[in-house]
């Protein structure tokens, strides 16, 4: 009997210990966390005032989703969006030309800038420095910026 009581009360303070360990090891599965592959995703950062939603470099087309965030002067919309990218890795050619699709765009709103020249690796990773040249008009007056910043993610 004591054995008996002894494995009983063993079970009861271990079990639950074990109990949350075969939870949060679930939770963790079920989040990607054991699968590396699906953690690599796009980062892209810098570009304020703009915000890099996606990055995708697929075959031969390299597209980056932007939204526009707050300009300045307090201006509404920004014009004349012309990008580039340059130092690239895993992208070939290592420098060129983007294309933004639409050229105006209000805050709020969002736009791609694409390039249809290079060639992409599927499951290679690539980056780059990016600029996007941009002007934005308000009561002070139109005035230009630059935007810098890093484009990454995995070719598809």
């Known amino acids: 009997m004591a054995k008996g009581q002894s494995a009983l009360e063993y079970m009861m303070t271990y079990g639950w210990a074990i109990l949350i360990i075969v939870i ?4 963790l599965y079920s989040m990607g966390i054991f699968n590396p592959r699906a953690s690599v995703t796009a980062v892209s950062s810098g570009f304020s ?5 996606a990055a995708v470099c697929s075959g031969s087309t390299l597209t980056v989703a932007f939204s526009v965030g707050g300009l300045p002067n307090g ?3 920004v014009t004349g969006l012309v990008g580039s990218y340059s130092s690239g890795s895993g992208i070939s050619p290592a420098n060129g030309g ?11 709103g969002s ?16 980056s780059a420095s990016g600029t996007i040249n941009y002007t ?5 007056g139109t005035a230009s910026y630059v935007a810098t910043g890093t484009i990454a993610g995995t070719g598809s």
């Open 75 to 77: 201006a509404n919309s």
């Open 98 to 108: 983007l294309t933004a699709n639409p050229s105006t765009v209000a805050v709020g």
């Open 111 to 126: 736009f791609n800038m694409t390039d249809n020249s290079v060639t992409c690796t599927p499951g290679v990773a690539f």
């Open 136 to 140: 934005v008009s308000s009561a002070a």
């Open 49 to 53: 005032p703009f915000a890099a939603s």
């Open 24 to 27: 949060v090891a679930v939770i």
